[in-house]
């Protein structure tokens, strides 16, 4: 009958057909069943069907939805649970790199040599490692994700990452760190103050963008770090960006500065009436991350600095905390991180000062 697949061959015998399972490429295997008769074939594929010894194509839709697809539920998935920037840098990585190459594979056919494959190719195109890394995290969630959509069917992907050479952080010596605070003390204006202010307080250039001087207590001595800025991607405008203000990177990013005397002084010193005014401007205007890189860019250079950006003062003020012999339990918690691995991993970078007299402490145990 139409449908079933059963037809008389040429050597008399009669054959049915049946979908006995998919490959991973999505090509279907069929399976055999002979007899005599047309009845003695179609009793074969009965039997082989209720016996359990047929296994039956996968007949849902989703069996065979391409990884793109899943790739893009789980990006939507992301903005009800997550922040817009963490959002954004998924999506970039998800349409650079993975839906371009793994887009159009079957999830299940997404095997640790295909992901060893990716990575090499990604190596081979100049990506730092670094990069690379960020980009299989990236694939190794949507792959997570995917595996919850097909329970059972998904082959454990273990996902080697390649190996980042570690780059010394640019941290400011104390000549240099002298040099740019006269710099910047000389005819001081908003913005040079907020640049000021980042080298005594370790903050972050989007904390800084969105500081106004109601976060500043000057009787307290205290900041309140509690926003930040970044440029995202703005989906609704064809692809152009936009400053979003929002949280902070993260629930312990979220925390009460307090200032040393120097830093309070300052404050005092630059405090304004309006306290709604963002600190860089003294006024309701602000200053976006890109433009305050490009001043400090312009104060360095002025001051015969190379290779200084924003972060490098962030850099420079955990090192010297640790160089005064700063706890690290009340740097990372003044820094913002979630623990103090991170604190000492990161942004602490002994000198070579701190180290001699360290080694000169060996003196006193005979050494």
């Given at each position: 009958?139409?449908?079933?697949?059963?037809?008389k061959r040429k050597d008399?015998?009669?054959?049915?057909?049946?979908?006995?399972?998919?490959?991973?490429?999505?090509?279907?295997?069929?399976?055999?069943?002979?007899?005599?008769?047309?009845?003695?074939?179609?009793?074969?594929?009965?039997?082989?069907?209720?016996?359990?010894?047929?296994?039956?194509?996968?007949?849902?839709?989703?069996?065979?939805?391409?990884?793109?697809?899943?790739?893009?539920?789980?990006?939507?998935?992301?903005?009800?649970?997550?922040?817009?920037?963490?959002?954004?840098?998924?999506?970039?990585?998800?349409?650079?790199?993975?839906?371009?190459?793994?887009?159009?594979?079957?999830?299940?056919?997404?095997?640790?040599?295909?992901?060893?494959?990716?990575?090499?190719?990604?190596?081979?195109?100049?990506?730092?490692?670094?990069?690379?890394?960020?980009?299989?995290?990236?694939?190794?969630?949507?792959?997570?994700?995917?595996?919850?959509?097909?329970?059972?069917?998904?082959?454990?992907?273990?996902?080697?990452?390649?190996?980042?050479?570690?780059?010394?952080?640019?941290?400011?010596?104390?000549?240099?760190?002298?040099?740019?605070?006269?710099?910047?003390?000389?005819?001081?204006d908003s913005c040079k103050?907020?640049?000021?202010?980042?080298?005594?307080?370790?903050?972050?250039?989007?904390?800084?963008?969105?500081?106004?001087?109601?976060?500043?207590?000057?009787?307290?001595?205290?900041?309140?770090?509690?926003?930040?800025?970044?440029?995202?991607?703005?989906?609704?405008?064809?692809?152009?960006?936009?400053?979003?203000?929002?949280?902070?990177?993260?629930?312990?990013?979220?925390?009460?500065?307090?200032?040393?005397?120097?830093?309070?002084?300052?404050?005092?010193?630059?405090?304004?009436?309006?306290?709604?005014?963002?600190?860089?401007?003294?006024?309701?205007?602000?200053?976006?991350?890109?433009?305050?890189?490009?001043?400090?860019?312009?104060?360095?250079?002025?001051?015969?600095?190379?290779?200084?950006?924003?972060?490098?003062?962030?850099?420079?003020?955990?090192?010297r905390c640790v160089e005064?012999?700063?706890?690290?339990?009340?740097?990372?918690?003044?820094?913002?991180?979630?623990?103090?691995?991170?604190?000492?991993?990161?942004?602490?970078?002994?000198?070579?000062?701190?180290?001699?007299?360290?080694?000169?402490?060996?003196?006193?145990?005979?050494?």
């Open positions: 009958m139409k449908g079933e697949n059963i037809f008399g015998r009669w054959e049915a057909r049946y979908v006995k399972d998919r490959e991973l490429s999505g090509r279907i295997v069929y399976g055999y069943c002979y007899g005599k008769t047309y009845k003695e074939a179609k009793e074969k594929v009965s039997r082989f069907k209720s016996l359990g010894e047929f296994r039956p194509a996968r007949t849902s839709c989703e069996n065979h939805l391409k990884f793109g697809h899943f790739c893009d539920e789980w990006l939507e998935s992301c903005r009800f649970r997550l922040k817009g920037s963490t959002c954004e840098r998924y999506k970039t990585a998800v349409e650079n790199h993975i839906k371009p190459r793994l887009g159009g594979y079957l999830p299940q056919s997404i095997t640790e040599e295909a992901v060893n494959e990716f990575s090499s190719i990604l190596l081979g195109e100049g990506l730092a490692p670094k990069t690379v890394k960020d980009i299989l995290i990236v694939l190794r969630l949507a792959l997570k994700f995917a595996a919850k959509q097909l329970p059972g069917e998904l082959p454990a992907v273990e996902i080697s990452y390649p190996k980042e050479a570690k780059k010394e952080a640019r941290v400011l010596s104390i000549d240099e760190q002298k040099r740019l605070i006269s710099y910047l003390s000389e005819n001081i103050f907020g640049v000021l202010l980042a080298m005594l307080t370790g903050l972050r250039i989007g904390e800084l963008c969105a500081l106004k001087w109601e976060n500043i207590s000057v009787k307290e001595r205290t900041i309140r770090v509690c926003a930040t800025m970044q440029r995202l991607r703005n989906d609704g405008e064809g692809g152009r960006t936009k400053v979003v203000i929002g949280s902070p990177k993260s629930d312990l990013s979220s925390r009460v500065i307090p200032l040393s005397d120097a830093a309070a002084a300052l404050c005092k010193l630059m405090e304004v009436k309006n306290q709604a005014a963002y600190i860089l401007t003294g006024n309701a205007e602000f200053i976006e991350p890109r433009t305050l890189q490009y001043r400090l860019k312009k104060y360095a250079k002025d001051c015969g600095l190379e290779g200084v950006h924003f972060h490098t003062l962030r850099h420079t003020f955990a090192t005064v012999g700063f706890e690290i339990k009340s740097l990372s918690e003044i820094l913002g991180h979630s623990t103090t691995a991170i604190t000492m991993e990161r942004y602490v970078h002994s000198s070579m000062k701190l180290k001699r007299e360290n080694m000169q402490k060996l003196t006193a145990v005979g050494l």
